[in-house]
Nanobody, 116 residues
């Protein structure tokens, strides 16, 4: 089992920045990749950014050039630096871990609100 705890959400104005953190614990040796997903009201949850154990990253087109995912292996923590935030970035952001046995683990989510 893997436990994920997110932090760093909040209210920010358009053009502002936030950094989300996700701390992993438990069977972290089984994790192949971690990522951030988001779900806005009335919409499906979708991938924002993902990073593999090897450091390969991929991003949703809507956040490329504005968001950066990174990881600190010593702290078992993944970060999402979000710059130039827009109102359409408003959503609940969920941390995700992909295990080697194909299990998916999720955090409880952290709310990001971008005011116009």
């Amino acid at each position: 089992q893997v436990q994920l705890v997110e932090s760093g959400g909040g209210l920010v104005q358009t053009g502002g920045s936030l950094r989300l953190s996700c701390a992993a614990s438990g069977s972290i040796f089984s994790i192949n990749a971690m990522g951030w997903y988001r779900q806005a009201p009335g919409k499906q949850r979708g991938l924002v950014a993902r990073i593999t154990n090897g450091g390969t990253t991929n991003y949703a087109d809507s956040v490329k050039g504005r968001f950066t995912i990174s990881r600190d292996n010593a702290k078992n923590t993944v970060y999402l630096q979000m710059n130039s935030l827009k109102p359409e970035d408003t959503a609940v952001y969920y941390c995700n871990a992909e295990a080697s046995d194909t299990r998916q683990y999720w955090g409880r989510g952290t709310l990001v609100t971008v005011s116009s």
